[in-house]
């Protein structure tokens, strides 16, 4: 060897590294570049080499010529590890296939031949070794087993399992007498074992936590500059015994080779790498191109892990919420949370009753290759009865799953996902679940298609009347034109070709709009790859019916059980984007448990296929598959891969409603928050160590600071950190005039408008009001705005020459809903509104509220309608038109529409008593979901209806002398409609001319608007000269968080100059004051009650609206009082923030604060404090997850 040191010179690290390169091997010609060398041996004879590639190449080198001697092409089975038997013709080698194959194969080199197969391990083989003198070997797999196999018998010898351990990184090795064997595994201990006692156990065990083995590496860890690559966190990769059995030598994850004594486990040397080669590259960023909108959110599906742990909160806080530390029971640290907003519920097909059929009992073929935790219950147990409510049917079962989905719901997660793996079983031709007698042919009975769609729409319907759950998307198909799905399979399953699927489609969306889920989106078809998706939504695109059954689009990122690395995500975003649907990484899951490749998918899903929401199919699962190391057949729980920590790197910082921007970088995402001006940007480097410059030069500014999180897919990287924020505010003058806070009185006043004390407790700014049956007192809120729903809907009959005609009722809006909204208009008899075609009684119960609330604070009233009279629409319904996507105002009708609107805002002025200063004759006009029978009335207007109800609108009441009503525009759902809507109407000035207020609500869907088109929104508003308003706002979260949010980013980054919240008495964590409105009980204040009146009893009508740097704090400015009020929000933990008020003249103070806390021990709902300010500046300790406002006196 070349540069050797003499005989007998010491082995040390200064050594090693003089050695010199003795040969080279040169890469065939016909090599794969990009391929790269997985494993290596010599054999004994020193005269042979084997190397395998990740290409599935195995190649024998002659080291004395250097020249390949023979390669074997195994792409097929691929190749992990590879070592020679004695033989020097034989090799035994670990697959690395996509089939999930681990089976280890014994090869001749000679005759090119497979000898023999090794079936035991469920997953990836770590480490594979001969025995030193006999026909024997070991290995280890992270299957958490040690196996000792013989040559000659393809079942193992022995096993020695390690399950209860962690075994991200494990590996096993033979003495050199092949009389003991040392066995690493992730909890820092190497065993020893006697080969011929193992059973026995361990005779030694010891710990890389030895100090002799820290002291020694500490000090290099220290002068490498990397605090996060200490000891505690170092693995074993590979251990090697001395030729004398009393050495071991350790190959770390950490760039240090342990020399150690074999029987104490003494460090006696310490090797160090050699210096990466660092490979620098730049990532350059687009500011100014968006790959998509809004970030729906990132998930996981709840079937099979929640059908064994579905009742554990733990779990649910560590996926479901943002929590920075949750406390896994049966693991040993605290990991941060996952922040995941979406699950898909699996609607399970199997069950073990048996049918009497006309007295032959017909039960499930169940299969004994699917264990119980994959068996997931049909609710429809047979075909006797269609009736939900019948002994047909059982609601009870699938208990865990539905449990887990009720905590998800009650915590962060927003987005549910109804699916199907297989239909129940009696409705398949082989009556069982897991796989057809053929997997090439449909297994659901043909017959049976209404039936399978009856089952789903009635799970989703049961799950919003009697769980409480809202399914935002239903999808009955789970690679459906995928071949596997054959009896006895190891899971449900179920083949449908894409006529089938198509029929299925069709079906299910009209028996979800029976039911009056219109509102419920199907998604198809969750094929296992991208190519399978394309090729399925190709021949779909030809059928318009089954195109507008569906609205987005699942794909796997598979390629059978591999990361799929095709070509096809261009091609099917392409498709996907021309059919307007939305596109889902619906499922996604492989066996490296380091996350690299989780990270490497994520940016390709994202930047080359356009997803809007990646979900990881089994949070937890055994070995490397689960976020969390589990095994559901035993209920046990272990520690989370290091791929738990690379989904939170995205999942905790890249949140619902972020812009994704582009980069020239596919592994780096990029995501956008226009209104808090924050950019994250996550990225994966699956090399060496580099150092990677991130130009920002698209970006106007880019002021910092800038915060870093690290996870080294070793495990033992950084994970998350907390930082301090600095608040900066400044008196730029955003609004010269705040207008107020409000709500609407449809519904909540058709049920309560004769309660003074809920119009006291909304409407006045009393210190404490007790509200009937509310417990304790609230302080009022002193909401200054009202918006009135003139109603259109009536239980009148016209005789129309003979002919009865009433109003089509819907079914889930029937007269007695408190949605049922009079109308003051009866029949086309008359326009006068003085004749009997007119009934100025109705709606007595809203007109009180109406009149209590004008007697208070209130003193801006908008009058709106969600749906013209019955009798001027197309369908004589109010509850949705037959068709969502068209106009249900019948276009005689614009004038009448417009004369209704105008009279009833002139007969509150002239009998009412009541001046009404804005009217709105739209609400979400351009959303599609106004199909009969729904649950509430709508409408659907195209703009250019709209723009001519406007001019008539406008022209009535102007003959009618209301001049100074303005008339507003359109209450789209959210702000890029919106947008939409005003960028159409401004080019028609007379349209323009016609109204003086913008309405948007603030939406997305149902969720709150998180998108980038607030910033444009109020431009074209500014530029339009009007004034702009969140009409209407609402969502579930009753904490108030996501409303505070939403209400600085309305005012910050939209300019709204009013805030309106929906329903200031519903449901759940929808009302402001909890209530079931169709009972007419109250029962107590949500906590977003006391966020409303930290904004609306301190922000008041008349305020100046300056800015500042941060978007989730509100500034208000009283110039007469020298009044400054601060309004902030904190999402996250306990913080100390500093406000800096230099830009003002003079801070005098005192300093007022209240607090609202969500996690309120204290009964911190509305508690003041007094502060002290410092010159011009003050510190605020701010509790985790609260809002606090600060009136600061004496400010000019």
């Not at 069950?351 to 119980?372: H, I, L, Q, R, Y």
């Amino acid at each position: 060897m070349e540069g050797a040191p003499s005989s007998g010179a010491e082995l040390t690290d200064a050594v090693l590294r003089s050695y010199s390169v003795a040969r080279n091997f040169a890469p065939q010609e016909d090599e794969d570049p990009n391929a790269t060398i997985t494993s290596l041996d010599f054999h004994r004879n020193g005269e042979r080499c084997v190397t395998s590639r990740n290409d599935g190449v195995l190649s024998l080198i002659n080291c004395l010529s250097g020249t390949v001697a023979k390669t074997i092409f195994t792409k097929r089975y691929g190749v992990g590890l590879v070592r020679f038997t004695h033989h020097p013709d034989c090799v035994i080698f670990s697959s690395a296939n996509s089939a999930n194959d681990h089976r280890i194969r014994y090869h001749s080199f000679f005759d090119n031949k497979f000898l023999r197969y090794y079936t035991g391990h469920t997953d990836k083989v770590t480490s594979l070794m001969m025995h030193p003198t006999a026909d024997e070997f070991i290995s280890s797999g992270m299957d958490g087993t040690i196996r000792l196999w013989d040559l000659r018998n393809s079942d193992t010898s022995a096993i020695i399992r390690v399950d209860h351990l962690p075994v991200a990184h494990i590996c096993a090795a033979y003495d050199q007498e092949g009389v003991v064997f040392g066995v690493y595994t992730d909890d820092h201990l190497i065993r020893m074992y006697d080969a011929r006692n193992y059973q026995e156990g361990p005779f030694a065990k010891f710990s890389l936590y030895d100090q002799s083995i820290m002291s020694a590496v500490d000090p290099y860890l220290a002068q490498l500059q990397a605090p996060s690559l200490n000891v505690k966190k170092m693995h074993a990769l590979d251990l090697k015994f001395s030729p004398d059995g009393n050495q071991l030598l350790v190959t770390t994850n950490r760039g240090v080779f342990l020399h150690l004594d074999a029987f104490e486990g003494k460090l006696l040397h310490l090797f160090k790498e050699h210096g990466a080669i660092t490979a620098d590259y730049t990532v350059t960023t687009a500011a100014g191109t968006t790959l998509l909108g809004a970030w729906e959110g990132w998930g996981t599906s709840l079937c099979w892990w929640a059908n064994v742990f579905g009742d554990r909160e733990d779990i649910a806080d560590a996926l479901f919420t943002l929590n920075d530390a949750v406390t896994l029971d049966g693991a040993t640290s605290p990991i941060p949370a996952l922040g995941m907003t979406i699950v898909r519920y699996n609607v399970g097909g199997s069950s073990n009753n048996v049918v009497d059929d006309s007295g032959t009992e017909v039960a499930m073929s169940a299969s004994d290759k699917m264990p119980a935790f994959k068996f997931m219950e049909s609710f429809w147990l047979d075909w006797m009865s269609k009736d939900p409510t019948s002994t047909s049917w059982d609601w009870s079962v699938d208990a865990k799953q539905r449990a887990m989905l009720d905590l998800a719901t009650k915590r962060d997660v927003d987005v549910l996902e109804a699916f199907s793996n297989s239909p129940p079983w009696w409705m398949t031709n082989n009556h069982a679940t897991a796989g057809g007698d053929n997997g090439d042919k449909d297994n659901l009975q043909d017959w049976n298609h209404d039936e399978f769609v009856l089952y789903l729409s009635a799970v989703v319907s049961k799950a919003k009347t009697s769980w409480g759950i809202n399914f935002t998307y239903v999808e009955p198909f789970n690679e459906p034109m995928s071949t596997w799905w054959t009896f006895p399979g190891g899971q449900e399953g179920c083949h449908f070709e894409v006529d089938t699927q198509n029929d299925v489609l069709v079906q299910l969306r009209t028996q979800l709009d029976t039911l009056g889920l219109q509102d419920v989106a199907i998604s198809a078809s969750d094929e296992n790859s991208p190519s399978l998706a394309l090729a399925t939504l190709t021949s779909m695109s030809t059928n318009t019916d089954v195109m507008n059954a569906i609205g987005k689009v699942n794909t796997h990122g598979y390629d059978g059980l591999s990361p799929y690395r095709g070509e096809d995500r261009e091609p099917l975003k392409a498709l996907v984007a021309q059919s307007s649907k939305k596109l889902w990484d619906s499922e996604y899951g492989e066996s490296d448990a380091t996350g690299l490749s989780l990270a490497e998918s994520i940016g390709l899903d994202i930047n080359q296929m356009g997803v809007s929401a990646f979900v990881y199919w089994q949070a937890l699962d055994s070995g490397a598959w689960g976020l969390i190391q589990s095994n559901p057949g035993d209920s046990w729980i272990g520690t989370p891969n290091p791929k738990y920590y690379v989904m939170a790197q995205y999942s905790r910082h890249i949140r619902p409603g972020m812009a994704i921007l582009s980069t020239d970088d596919v592994k780096t995402v990029m995501a956008y928050d226009a209104a808090a001006k924050l950019l994250v940007l996550v990225t994966v480097n699956t090399g060496d160590a580099q150092t990677i410059t991130f130009d920002l030069a698209s970006f106007t500014r880019v002021a910092g600071p800038i915060t870093a999180w690290t996870t080294e897919t070793s495990g033992s990287g950084a994970l998350h950190t907390s930082s301090t924020i600095d608040l900066s505010d400044s008196a730029t003058t955003l609004l010269d005039s705040w207008e107020g806070w409000g709500t609407s009185l449809a519904w909540w006043a058709n049920a309560f408008g004769n309660r003074a004390d809920i119009a006291d407790s909304l409407f006045t700014l009393k210190e404490s009001v007790t509200v009937e049956g509310v417990a304790p007192a609230v302080p009022a809120l002193g909401m200054n705005i009202v918006r009135y729903n003139v109603g259109g809907s009536g239980n009148n009959v016209i005789d129309d020459g003979g002919t009865e005609v009433a109003m089509s009722v819907s079914k889930n809006m029937p007269a007695t809903s408190p949605k049922y909204i009079d109308t003051f208009w009866l029949n086309w008899a008359s326009n006068d509104s003085t004749s009997t075609s007119w009934n100025w009684k109705a709606d007595a119960n809203q007109r009180a509220m109406l009149d209590l609330a004008t007697k208070r604070d209130v003193d801006i009233v908008e009058a709106f309608s969600n749906a013209p009279p019955w009798w001027m629409t197309n369908n004589h319904a109010t509850a949705g038109g037959a068709d969502g996507k068209k106009d249900n105002l019948q276009s005689w009708n614009h004038g009448q529409f417009a004369l209704y609107l105008a009279t009833v805002v002139s007969q509150a002025k002239t009998s009412w008593g009541i001046d009404i200063k804005y009217v709105e004759p739209f609400n979400e006009p351009m959303s599609m979901w106004w199909t009969f029978p729904g649950g509430q009335e709508g409408c659907h207007f195209e703009v250019n209806s709209q723009k001519d109800v406007l001019l008539k609108l406008r022209a009535k009441l102007d003959a009618l002398g209301l001049k100074d009503v303005v008339v507003a525009t359109s209450d789209e759902n959210t702000p890029p409609l919106a947008l939409s809507t005003l960028t159409t109407m401004s080019k028609d000035a007379n349209v323009m001319a016609s109204f003086g207020k913008v309405n948007t609500h603030g939406y997305a869907g149902l969720s709150p608007y998180r998108g980038p088109d607030r910033g444009p929104l109020k431009d074209l508003v500014k530029k339009s000269g009007k004034t702009l308003w969140d009409s209407e706002y609402g969502e579930k979260d009753a904490t108030g968080l996501s409303m505070a949010e939403s209400i600085a980013l309305d005012i910050n980054e939209m300019g709204v100059s009013a805030f309106v919240y929906w329903q200031a008495l519903d449901g759940g964590g929808w009302g402001l004051l909890q209530s079931v409105i169709g009972d007419k009980a109250i029962s107590a204040p949500n906590l977003k009650y006391y966020v409303m009146a930290q904004y609306s009893r301190h922000i008041r009508p008349g305020m100046a609206i300056l800015s500042s740097d941060d978007a989730k704090s509100v500034m208000a400015y009283d110039a007469t009082a020298k009044l400054l009020v601060l309004v902030t929000v904190n999402t996250g933990v306990a913080q100390k923030v500093t406000f800096d008020l230099a830009s003002f003249k003079a801070v005098k103070g005192p300093i007022s604060a209240w607090t609202t806390e969500a996690n309120s021990t204290d009964g911190a709902l509305y508690k003041s404090s007094t502060i002290k300010a410092s010159g011009t500046s003050f510190d605020a300790a701010f509790p985790a997850s609260s809002v606090m406002t600060f009136e600061i006196q004496g400010v000019e």
